[in-house]
């Protein structure tokens, strides 16, 4: 998600589009040997973002939304006093909401949150636990990581979709003259989401990015919150490339549970983009993970808005408090390993 235009793309039956972010400093790392996808490592927890302790590690953003999105983000203090930011004692699950209970005008401004991890990371197994996500028409759900002066040092869009959309879309963006392409013909073992663009390189007027397409109907939106959520993974191996993974809730791996995770077992991703075809580290570094929810914008209140069968139009909807009852985040952990 950043400040740019969002492209339409369908595939099959499937409504999906292209995402993108925001920004941060640089460092530049040259491509080590490339091997495959996988291997049998065995993964250690670095850091654990949960329950009472999770907004200390988190800093809120409180600017204009990048993409134009029709909200106003939140300080940690407003969002807490509102109810948009809290954690659920009676689960200890971390809860994201869009408002939905004030009157705003149509085309106004709804409050909304948005929140960057303070650590940034140069690889790792990234893991979100979540039982809810939000959904409606006008919604942009995202989370994602990025890296200092976007688009120079990449983002990486684990979960990200608008509106009705039936399937997570995952997507890289590269913004250096370093080979990042996706590997289209790459073969049925490597992937099993659908190819919606192979070029990563993206700039302020082209960032459809390179993107996959989940096939599963349980990886987004209503589809996601009527399975009880579940679990998406990316690996961010450097000599091998990026594999994403989504775990509905009864099939998410033991090992994972156990929190000592093996990816080499779980199967083959949803998405992988090979380090074969694009030069990992030179393209991706420093990221920062951000979760957040905006609403209209560069892609949802596009023509997205209309394809997607919703209503009237997307600042209309802005008006309607009751859009937005189940715009929220409900997340019971986010993790990364080393």
């Not at 235009?5 to 099959?12: G, I, N, P, V």
């Not at 409050?111 to 409606?136: C, E, W």
């Not at 090979?274 to 920062?288: E, L, P, T, V």
Request: proline share 3%; glycine share 8%.
């Amino acid at each position: 998600m950043h400040t740019f235009s969002k492209l339409f793309l369908a595939a099959l039956s499937l409504t999906t589009l292209v995402g993108a972010h925001q920004s941060r400093s640089h460092s530049r790392h040259r491509r080590t040997t490339v091997r495959r996808q996988s291997t049998n490592k065995t993964y250690t927890i670095q850091d654990l973002y949960q329950g009472e302790d999770f907004f200390n590690d988190w800093d809120f953003f409180t600017g204009v939304d990048p993409t134009g999105g029709n909200v106003a983000y939140q300080s940690k203090s407003n969002a807490q006093s509102k109810g948009l930011a809290y954690v659920d004692d009676c689960d200890n699950s971390t809860v994201l909401a869009v408002d939905s209970t004030s009157t705003v005008a149509a085309g106004g401004q709804r409050d909304s949150v948005r929140i960057t991890s303070q650590k940034s990371y140069n690889g790792g197994l990234f893991v979100i636990d979540a039982s809810n996500m939000p959904v409606g028409c006008s919604t942009w759900p995202s989370f994602w990581t990025v890296g200092p002066n976007w688009p120079l040092a990449g983002e990486i869009d684990i979960i990200e979709g608008v509106n009705n959309q039936d399937t997570n879309q995952m997507t890289l963006h590269s913004g250096t003259s370093e080979m990042c392409t996706l590997e289209k013909s790459s073969g049925t073992d490597k992937f099993v989401g659908q190819v919606l663009g192979t070029s990563c390189y993206s700039t302020e007027t082209a960032d459809a990015g390179c993107a996959i397409a989940d096939t599963d109907t349980s990886s987004f939106g209503y589809g996601f919150n009527n399975a009880e959520g579940g679990v998406f993974a990316l690996l961010w191996d450097n000599s091998a490339g990026m594999s994403m993974w989504h775990f509905a809730r009864s099939d998410i791996p033991a090992d994972l549970t156990a929190q000592n995770p093996t990816p080499s077992t779980w199967g083959t991703p949803a998405g992988f983009w090979s380090a074969q075809s694009c030069d990992i580290s030179a393209n991706f570094y420093d990221h920062q993970m951000v979760i957040d929810t905006t609403i209209c914008g560069n892609w949802a209140g596009s023509s997205a808005y209309s394809q997607s069968g919703c209503p009237g139009t997307c600042a209309d909807m802005v008006a309607n408090a009751t859009n937005y009852v189940d715009a929220k985040w409900v997340i019971n952990y986010v993790a990364v390993y080393q």
